[in-house]
């Protein structure tokens, strides 16, 4: 089953992928706030994709973010973008240069007379804090993978159900009483989304009770020999294996007189991807949303 | 025989071995690749065809190993471990790179000869396309940007010279290219809102010669296209996939990345100059002679970065000097590459974004499939229905091969506020499928393709020879020979992991090999003796 064992792998890869994030978030760089869930401290600092500098501590950046708040938000936004008077700090050569403080230091501690800005008395440890904050806000835009999705759900439920029961198809295969009972709680909306549109490796993070797409099954019957079914393991231009309903695997070398039958359960989902209007999914998503 | 007909006949004899001894004979670069490949593309066409035919279609079925070469230690691990480098083959030596490591090995049997690695001090370790060479010198840049000169001979650094700031998210993936006295290096990343730029340096000192923004600063023309000056000094349009080179214009064509944000575009309102573009610039000054954009206001991270190939061909009878694209947004274009004038803009795969395109030929985006907050159903997906992997044009076919993907992804708006920052957005892919197309340059009409089995999108680089072969890998870890004309398969190897990089080919002591990355190592397949 290499398909499965892909997407259990990839299923680890998203498994670790997630709590890269969630530690991330942890540490404060989560795009909302810094105020996600903490990591334990002394809790190894693993570094993302995406990450090549030190993560602040979460309790740095919590002090830096109050401090900035009041301090410094006024001019240069809450969250350090920018403002009416003041520059945007997230994406400033300066701030992106310093490491702890050494080079906005001076510059918080002195002001700039023709920017407008005013001295600040700060400590060492305050200027380490807003450095703290600084980085947070940088790595958070930074880290894409972990930008929080909006409000997904913008369909038209009773649409959705027209969609599900007429063009869509999809009541040839499902049941709304059956295989998708109660599916609107087992997956959040952007779990359910990409899943319904093309069921496949687990998206935005494995859920409980997650259950991989049905296998693709195949019959290959060599030229002179008898038909064998079973599960497809790999398929290429030169071969291709299977499991038999024993267990065993087979492979054959894909010669001339070879006869393949590939049947993918999902096939229908990839027809439907290039026919949806994004109205069409929308709505096809806050039915299923409501499907309790 | 006197003294001096003496030591003439001694020089004589010497001469070859010492010009064997020496670095890159500069006379090369430019030519088609025979018994070396002196440049990432081969030659300076992009087109990436080698006049070799030991190795044809009457006895590749008798191809087989001749050695391999793993990589070892895995550089950094993850996405950056797979060898993405096109070699460079100078003398009987092999040169390549990944993230933080160069190497150099005999061409011959793999051995190895250096292998010199960088302490780095951060940046994106996604890549390597590979060194550059210039006489006994080499080329490469590092994650953390890093411009650094090995002596060819032993792999001992010469210089080293910080090209862009990883601090502010640069990171550095390009092969250099090197066109007579010039150095020509790209830089990348696209985290964090940063400018790109392109940068020519001396060969012997790495001095600056010239640098051209791929964002226009206040006031220079450009600048119309976008809001205000913050948003164009923010703008992206990164320089990491290597150009051509016509020497009879003096210009190169260079390819450009996606502008930043990345995926939320309400702060840079208007085409983004010269974002995912191509654009032609003089080699001596850096100057913009003409561009062309592929992707105007582009929302989906769709890069312009893929290989601009020089065809010598006809339109309507006429000879033209053209250039031709696969695009990462699904379009091939094909221009003029005097004027920059288009002649052909023809979807390769099915795509949903575009209304057409406008009269000088560049696609009109529909706002519609821009990333929205609810999701937007897109094809292709974010990465694209060919990414920098080096395509091939074969001048016997007439035709232009791409492994191409048809890709679904859902793109989402996160950013909504006024002045977004970093991508601004993210795509959820679905599902992608690879294909090999042969594409008819004159019109962009596909003439044959390959569809590979599986769930599996993209492709690797491809090669064409005058064998009547074209070489590629599968997404399923098989190197590939198939029949350009008609798309047959007439060989394969499996290597136990995909083609990651493009092949190349050459010919030492009558012997033809031809050498393709596979996971973290090469492999080099020549002809039973």
Not at chain 2, 319 to 344: C, E, H, M, W
Request: net charge neutral; charged share 20%.
């Amino acid at each position: 089953m290499k398909d499965l064992k892909r997407i259990f792998g990839l299923c680890v890869v998203l498994f670790v992928a997630v709590l890269f994030h969630l530690l991330a978030q942890g540490q404060g760089s989560g795009q909302g706030a810094a105020g996600g869930k903490k990591a334990k401290a002394g809790a190894p600092q693993k570094k993302n994709f995406l990450i090549s500098r030190p993560v602040p501590s979460p309790e740095a950046v919590e002090r830096g973010q109050k401090l900035f708040v009041t301090q410094c938000g006024f001019c240069h936004g809450a969250r350090a973008t920018g403002g009416e008077s003041g520059p945007d700090l997230v994406r400033s050569v300066v701030a992106l240069r310093d490491e702890q403080g050494e080079l906005i230091g001076p510059i918080i501690r002195k002001g700039s007379a023709d920017k407008k800005m005013p001295p600040f008395n700060m400590t060492d440890a305050q200027v380490k804090d807003i450095a703290s904050f600084l980085r947070e806000r940088q790595q958070a835009a930074i880290n894409r993978g972990a930008y929080p999705l909006q409000n997904l759900v913008t369909g038209d439920a009773k649409r959705g159900e027209a969609y599900f029961t007429g063009a869509g198809g999809c009541v040839k295969c499902h049941s709304v009483s059956g295989d998708l009972k109660g599916i609107g709680t087992r997956y959040t909306p952007a779990n359910l989304l990409p899943r319904f549109l093309y069921p496949g490796p687990a998206r935005f993070g494995p859920q409980p009770g997650d259950k991989p797409p049905a296998p693709t099954m195949v019959t290959v019957t060599p030229s002179n020999g008898q038909a064998v079914s079973g599960t497809l393991e790999q398929l290429d231009d030169f071969t291709v294996a299977l499991r038999d309903g024993a267990g065993y695997y087979r492979s054959f070398a894909r010669t001339d007189g070879l006869k393949l039958d590939v049947r993918d359960p999902i096939a229908a989902h990839e027809a439907l991807l290039s026919k949806y209007t994004d109205a069409d999914m929308h709505d096809l998503l806050t039915y299923l949303v409501t499907l309790k | 025989m006197n003294l001096r007909q003496l030591l003439t006949s001694v020089s004589a004899l010497l001469l070859p071995a010492l010009l064997a001894g020496q670095g890159l004979d500069l006379s090369k670069l430019g030519q088609p690749p025979t018994d070396s490949w002196p440049t990432y593309h081969g030659d300076y066409t992009g087109r990436r065809y080698s006049p070799l035919k030991q190795i044809n279609q009457s006895n590749v079925k008798q191809m087989t190993l001749a050695w391999v070469y793993r990589s070892t230690p895995p550089p950094g691990g993850g996405a950056g471990s797979v060898v993405k480098a096109t070699p460079l083959v100078v003398n009987g030596v092999l040169y390549f790179a990944s993230p933080d490591h160069c190497w150099a090995i005999d061409a011959r049997t793999g051995r190895e000869l250096w292998h010199y690695s960088w302490e780095t001090s951060g940046g994106i370790h996604i890549g390597n396309r590979g060194v550059g060479m210039y006489k006994d010198w080499i080329y490469f840049e590092t994650p953390d940007n890093w411009l650094v000169s090995l002596d060819a001979k032993n792999g001992k650094e010469r210089w080293r010279l910080e090209i862009a700031d990883v601090k502010q998210e640069y990171f550095s993936t390009p092969a250099p290219i090197v066109i007579k006295n010039h150095v020509i290096i790209g830089v990348g990343g696209d985290s964090l809102d940063v400018p790109g730029y392109l940068e020519s340096r001396d060969p012997e000192t790495g001095k600056l010669q010239w640098r051209w923004n791929s964002t226009p600063r206040k006031g220079e023309p450009g600048a119309e296209t976008w809001p205000n000056p913050e948003a164009m000094e923010h703008g992206g349009g990164m320089t990491w996939v290597p150009g051509s080179y016509d020497p009879d214009l003096n210009l190169i064509f260079w390819p450009t990345g996606n502008p930043n944000p990345v995926m939320s575009g309400q702060g840079r309102r208007g085409s983004n100059l010269w974002t995912a573009s191509i654009v032609a610039l003089d080699l001596d000054t850096g100057k913009l002679k003409w561009y062309f954009q592929c992707s105007p206001h582009d929302t989906h991270d769709w890069d312009a970065t893929e290989t601009p190939i020089m065809i010598d061909g006809e339109i309507n009878g006429q000879p033209r000097k053209l250039l031709a694209q696969s695009n990462r947004n699904g379009y091939f274009f094909v221009l003029d590459r005097t004027t920059g004038q288009n002649i052909v803009s023809t979807p390769f795969i099915n795509l949903n974004w575009s209304k057409g395109v406008d009269p000088k030929g560049q696609p009109i985006p529909d706002l519609a499939k821009e990333p929205k907050t609810d999701g937007t159903l897109v094809m292709p997906a974010s990465g694209g229905a060919a990414n920098w992997p080096p395509p091939s044009y074969d001048p016997d076919t007439g035709l232009f091969y791409v492994n191409s993907a048809q890709s679904y992804s859902i793109f989402f708006l996160t950013d909504t506020d006024d002045k977004p920052q970093g991508y601004g957005g993210r795509d959820q892919s679905l599902l992608s499928r690879s294909t090999l197309k042969a594409i008819d340059y004159k019109t962009g009409q596909v003439k044959w393709m390959h569809e590979y089995p599986g769930r599996a999108g993209g492709g690797p680089g491809i090669l064409t020879t005058a064998g009547k072969l074209l070489f590629t890998g599968d997404p399923h870890g098989n190197f590939v020979a198939f029949d350009p004309a008609d798309g047959k398969i007439l060989w394969h190897a499996q290597l136990g992991a995909n083609v990651g990089n493009a092949p190349i080919t050459y010919e030492l002591d009558g012997q033809q090999y031809v050498v393709t990355g596979g996971g973290d190592s090469l492999y080099a397949f020549t002809l039973l003796k």
